[in-house]
């Protein structure tokens, strides 16, 4: 099992019927064809080194690809360089907004997207009163290698330790495009940049039957572990809450709802 689903990773994502089902409605995350590209080189189609993925966005109610996202709702994408910088960027403009990535270093990359806060749901007999008010955060982790070797070359390090600064992130303990199947994946939940205890965690693989979901709930310093079984290729990692509304946003919603959402691979390694 563990062969076959390495070897139809790269075009499996954009088949529509590989969708695996999650269970929230109306969430935001990053999906890549490729989160560990390699560079490049040809003296004809390529005289500059450089790695290739395509950037896309899943939106409602499954993984990968469930609707598409609307301009209301968009908010707008960044890409994170090795060296900390950060490069605005322009998505497509129609369906799933996919584009079109060439990276010409080595190294660790962050696509950090949000949507618009907004509230929704209206109730009935309240006047500009909602259900609810939301905002959510979305990130993939993108390993750009020197060659076409895995595993990852070079020191044991995790890049993706750095929080990027949306105001829900899941930060990662370990580097998640260097694990392997069984391995666990321990994370961080930040609110405003401070631990958040209470958020569920829910884990699942492209390649999971029936949707199935690892679960746990964050303690009170934000951690929680999870446990990526049997699969290699795409996952998704949900951190989400909601809770009543206080303060100035009572006065508009009955709750407040934070989704932050991180998907990653799980590199296939050949002789496994």
């Known amino acids: 099992m563990k062969k076959k689903a390495g070897k139809i990773i790269t075009g499996a994502i954009l088949g529509l019927g590989l969708l695996v089902s999650q269970v929230s409605a109306h969430d935001l995350w990053v999906n890549m064809t490729e989160y560990t590209p390699a560079l490049w080189q040809h003296a004809k189609y390529a005289p500059t080194a450089r790695a290739k993925t395509v950037v896309y966005f899943g939106w409602g109610h499954s993984y990968p690809m469930a609707d598409f996202i609307s301009d209301r709702v968009w908010g707008g994408l960044e890409r994170i360089e090795p060296d900390g910088s950060r490069i605005p960027m322009e998505v497509g403009t129609e369906g799933f907004r996919a584009l079109r990535v060439d990276m010409h270093t080595p190294g660790a990359r962050v696509f950090a997207a949000h949507t618009k806060p907004a509230y929704y749901g209206p109730v009935e007999g309240k006047k500009d009163f909602h259900q609810i008010y939301y905002e959510k955060y979305a990130k993939a982790l993108v390993s750009v290698l020197p060659q076409r070797t895995l595993p990852l070359d070079g020191p044991d390090s995790n890049p993706f330790a750095t929080p990027i600064g949306h105001k829900v992130e899941i930060v990662p303990m370990v580097n998640p495009n260097r694990l392997q199947p069984g391995d666990s994946l321990e994370v961080r939940v930040l609110v405003d940049g401070k631990p958040a205890a209470d958020y569920e965690l829910a884990a699942s693989s492209l390649f999971a039957a ?48 934070y989704t932050a959402t991180m998907t990653f691979a799980l590199p296939y390694i050949r002789g496994n």
């Open 210 to 257: 029936n949707a199935k979901e690892v679960k746990t709930r964050t303690d009170k310093s934000g951690m929680g572990s999870l446990v990526l079984e049997e699969f290699y290729g795409p996952w998704i990692v949900k951190a989400s809450r909601s809770f009543p509304a206080t303060g100035e946003k009572a006065l508009k919603c009955e709750s407040i709802s």
